[in-house]
């Protein structure tokens, strides 16, 4: 792989990726000429970018993992810190923690010493994410805060977007609903000034979640509606699962399991079709409790053992907590 991409192609990736149009900047990619070189480690990490936003796991993997070698070849450390974030976020997906921690601390400790605070700020997020689904609240919540505080300096608002959505749930984890509600609306707001579809759906999901919580259900609605059209404008399969997992708790907060679990059932497909493990086992639990309403209580058992399974695999302390015993479990005495 080379290093050095064509800058006319080079830049209009980025601008792609600035503009949240990654289905156009993987279609243009496609129909582009192979590089006789072979493909450029900045072209191939920003492809690897589209396609991790897009749900592509597989081919995201494959294309990080080659910048990232290429990168190291040249002691490009630029290169690599942006390659070794990537590699991290990618495994964290794939529900792979140890692997997301290690990556996420190697590009932490190299951004720091390159004095790149913008990326110190990025990786914290990241790791933060890592540490919460880990039940480390308290030193993701100090994290998020860290990254929160430089991008406000840097007034960059994706990354306060993206931060303050980790950051209010948190807060939702921990029951504290009003300050979860700020922040999430605070997140929209940034992700609506950016202009990214893929990340506003995001924030208004989380933003759901928030209304759920404080039972307003009707403002919940809404902003899933507005989620999932801008999820499928920017052709995000996996953002389009994640509205139907939190469409169904909204059903089932509703009493209306049948539709619960008739929203659910397809995003559960999504996301083990992706190979998003986090939100397969987010999408089995809401079934396992839709199936276990509607009395179904072999078929809940099933999905629920299926949730749990993912859950200790990760290490996702927090998530096991809230899945609770199986559906039909006797009493403990």
Known sequence: MTISPDPDRARQYQ??????????????????????AGEPAPIALAVATAALRLGRLPEATDLAAKAHDAFRRRADDDGRLRSLNLLGAIAFERGELPGAEAHW?????????????????????NLGSALHLGGRVGESQSLYRRALLEYGRLGERRFIAETAHNLAMTFRSSGDLDLADALS?????????????????????????????RGEYGLAEEA??????????????????????????????????????????????????????????????????????????????????????????????????????????PPIE
Request: aromatic letters at 2%; proline letters at 3%; one cysteine or more.
């Open 105 to 125: 601390t190697t590009a932490l400790e190299l951004a720091r010493a390159l004095g790149d605070t913008l990326f110190a700020a990025r990786v914290s997020n």
């Open 15 to 36: 601008a792609l990726l600035a503009a949240g149009r990654y289905q156009e900047l993987l279609e243009e990619h496609a129909s582009a000429p192979p590089d006789a």
């Open 224 to 329: 899933l509606t507005r989620a999932d059209r801008l999820a499928r404008e920017g052709g995000d399969e996996l953002g389009i699962a994640e509205v139907s997992r939190v469409r169904g708790e909204l059903w089932l907060r509703s009493n209306q399991a049948d539709r619960a679990l008739a929203e659910v059932e397809p995003a559960l497909a999504a996301a083990a079709r992706s190979g998003s493990a986090l939100l397969e086992a987010d999408c089995a639990a809401v079934a396992s409790r839709a199936l276990a309403a509607l009395g179904r209580t072999d078929e809940a058992r099933q999905r629920h053992a299926a949730a749990a399974a993912i859950y200790a695999s990760l290490g996702a302390a927090l998530q096991l907590d809230r899945l609770g015993k199986a559906p039909g479990s």
């Open 185 to 213: 609306a605070e997140a929209v707001r940034h992700a609506e000034s950016v202009g990214d579809p893929v990340l506003s759906a995001l924030m208004l999901t989380g933003r759901a979640e928030a209304c759920i919580e």
